[in-house]
């Protein structure tokens, strides 16, 4: 193969691959502990529609049974969720309504969507309306993340309590 069709070739597989990355990148619940029995998101930092990018801080919660002794005694521990993905916030499946108890959620559940284009998350937005948070089998990832206290002193203050 000469040089310049070995290039095009190559520049033809980039941008297949480029276009069959992903589709979907699911956002969890943390889950950052087994002995966790779910969390409450109990603020978003970023807003439907808006970039998430790598190392952003997207939302608060607060953790139920983080250890065996935060369960026995009825302690939460609030802590933030910071992204290692990227892509626009296409979806919040249960947004944090105001002066309401945010919804218990297990660890590892599905809690938003981010998508690569503007276009890619104005699909998602329509589809998510009309037929709620499905998605086919292997059309997704689930975004790597990283949890912080954000309170260190865990004191028995949970939304709900």
């Known amino acids: 193969m000469m040089p310049c069709k070995l290039m095009r070739c190559a520049a033809s597989m980039a941008k297949a691959y480029v276009l069959q990355r992903r589709h979907l990148t699911v956002v969890p619940m943390a889950k950052v502990s087994p002995s966790m029995t ?3 998101i109990t603020k978003w930092k970023k807003n439907v529609g808006e970039f998430v ?3 952003d801080l997207l939302y608060e919660f607060e953790v139920s049974g983080l250890t065996d002794i935060d369960e026995e005694e009825n302690v939460t ?3 933030e969720l910071e992204s290692c993905d990227e892509g626009y916030l296409a979806v919040v499946f249960d947004p944090v309504e105001p002066n309401t108890c945010p ?3 297990a660890g590892g ?3 938003a969507l981010l998508c690569d284009s503007t276009d890619e998350m104005r ?3 329509e589809r998510f309306k009309s037929v709620g ?3 086919a089998e292997g059309d997704h990832n689930v975004m790597p993340w990283h949890a912080y206290l954000l309170e260190p002193q865990r004191k028995d203050n949970s939304c709900c309590s």
Do not use: E, F
């Open 123 to 125: 699909a998602v937005q």
């Open 38 to 40: 779910g969390g409450r």
């Open 109 to 111: 559940s599905p809690v």
């Open 133 to 135: 948070p499905q998605m």
């Open 77 to 79: 521990t609030k802590m």
């Open 103 to 105: 919804k218990l959620v």
């Open 53 to 55: 990018s790598c190392y």
